[in-house]
């Protein structure tokens, strides 16, 4: 029996021996429950022979034992393709709509999903409204018309699907859950050093606002501030994603920001993140040099596993090259915002090709004047001293006060003080 996936848009067949096909959690009903919302089917349930195949699921959710990868008890999928009609709108999608046919037959009669069969479905007419598609539930197969009859709407359907390119996937950008829920809390836009000692609001304690004094440091009595002084000093590491897979399965884009000079690094990762992260880190810092530090928002379990290969790969006495810090995103919104626009069109463009045009992508957007420095950032990383350090370079002080410390960056214009955010 050749099993195929049951997810929304999804061809796979157990043909291709790069993937493995999971069953249902049948005899766990509230895990059950969490995959068949995150398929969204409408008024379908699984047979016992129904599968999901593997790139549904995230990485951590595989256990690799060198043969067939199997999944954690407490797995979900979660990684599908739908358009963004069915992500701005929390509704279930059709079995019997035209995207559907042909993706998941009836369970009930067939027990399996078969990516080109209409068994399992009752066929309507084309004059059917839309609407009444919608709100339709798969029906095991009542109709006695013959089979080229069946074969002739089936034509019928697929000529009607749309022509025009599918909108790319909604995308985001990695970050923990400790992050995200201290953007919510009123202190993470006001820095510690500035903050009332009368005004305290709730979420506060979580977030830990309070100013932070770097031991160590001589003469340090105030909160602890650091300045970006000079090119590739300081940079920001994020992963975006996940887009449009391309040919060669890459589904996240990393980037690496010199916060003083808006030099922009960008590289396709595939699903397997923290290695592909850290291979390539290592070849910018082999080509570039070594920066002082490397901030990012990624969870910390992941930067703990790139920090592990980065030392091996380095040879650094220091475990800790790219520290977890909270203005990662948010000390720098301009470049930020100019990234985001540039891989969004780069992705909708150019499907499954993105990967290939993504450096000169890059190359276009640091050869361009920067709104913020009214320079392009490749004359600034390029045409100014120091020259770059070939050998790793010694924090002075800890990556925890680095972490702690609030992060600024000096504008040309007296008038600004210059970008400051949370820690």
């Not at 996936?5 to 509230?30: E, I, Q």
């Not at 969204?40 to 195949?53: E, G, H, L, V």
């Not at 969870?299 to 203005?327: D, G």
């Amino acid at each position: 029996m050749v099993y195929h996936c049951c997810a929304y848009n999804c061809k796979n067949t157990a043909r291709n021996k790069s993937l493995s096909f999971h069953k249902f959690p049948l005899k766990d009903p509230n895990l059950l429950k969490k995959w068949l919302n995150n398929l969204r089917w409408k008024d379908w349930k699984p047979a016992p022979n129904s599968k999901i195949c593997s790139i549904h699921f995230e990485k951590k959710c595989l256990i690799e034992d060198g043969k067939r990868a199997r999944l954690h008890s407490w797995a979900v999928p979660t990684l599908f393709s739908f358009p963004n009609r069915y992500l701005e709108r929390k509704v279930k999608i059709n079995p019997r709509s035209k995207r559907a046919l042909g993706i998941v037959a009836d369970s009930n009669s067939s027990g399996q999903a078969a990516p080109d069969a209409t068994a399992g479905t009752s066929q309507k007419s084309n004059s059917e409204k839309p609407e009444d598609r919608t709100t339709e539930s798969l029906q095991p197969n009542t109709s006695k018309g013959s089979s080229s009859q069946m074969r002739t709407n089936q034509k019928s359907v697929s000529t009607q699907q749309p022509t025009e390119p599918e909108k790319s996937q909604p995308w985001t950008i990695l970050g923990d859950e400790a992050l995200d829920r201290s953007m919510t809390i009123p202190s993470f836009f006001h820095s510690g050093y500035c903050l009332p000692d009368n005004i305290h609001w709730a979420g506060d304690d979580e977030l830990n606002i309070m100013p932070h004094v770097a031991y160590g440091v001589l003469g340090q009595m105030k909160p602890h501030i650091i300045e970006v002084k000079e090119r590739w000093e300081w940079l920001g590491l994020d992963v975006r994603g996940p887009f449009s897979p391309t040919v060669d399965q890459h589904t996240h884009i990393m980037t690496l920001t010199d916060y003083h000079s808006k030099w922009v690094e960008a590289f396709p990762l595939t699903q397997n993140l923290s290695q592909d992260v850290a291979t390539c880190l290592a070849e910018v810092i082999h080509q570039q040099g070594y920066p002082l530090g490397i901030l990012s928002r990624l969870p910390k379990r992941i930067l703990m596993e790139v920090n592990r290969e980065l030392k091996k790969r380095l040879r650094l006495n220091s475990s800790a090259l790219v520290i977890h810090h909270r203005q990662t995103g948010y000390m720098d919104l301009v470049t930020e915002s100019l990234l985001n626009e540039m891989l969004d069109e780069l992705v909708k463009k150019h499907g499954s090709i993105w990967h290939i045009l993504l450096p000169a992508a890059t190359l276009r957007l640091c050869c361009t004047n920067h709104p913020t420095t009214k320079e392009k950032p490749f004359t600034r990383m390029c045409a100014s001293d120091p020259p770059f350090s070939s050998a790793p370079r010694e924090l002075p002080y800890s990556a925890t006060d680095v972490r702690l410390s609030s992060f600024v960056i000096p504008t040309t214009d007296a008038n600004n003080l210059g970008a400051v955010s949370d820690t």
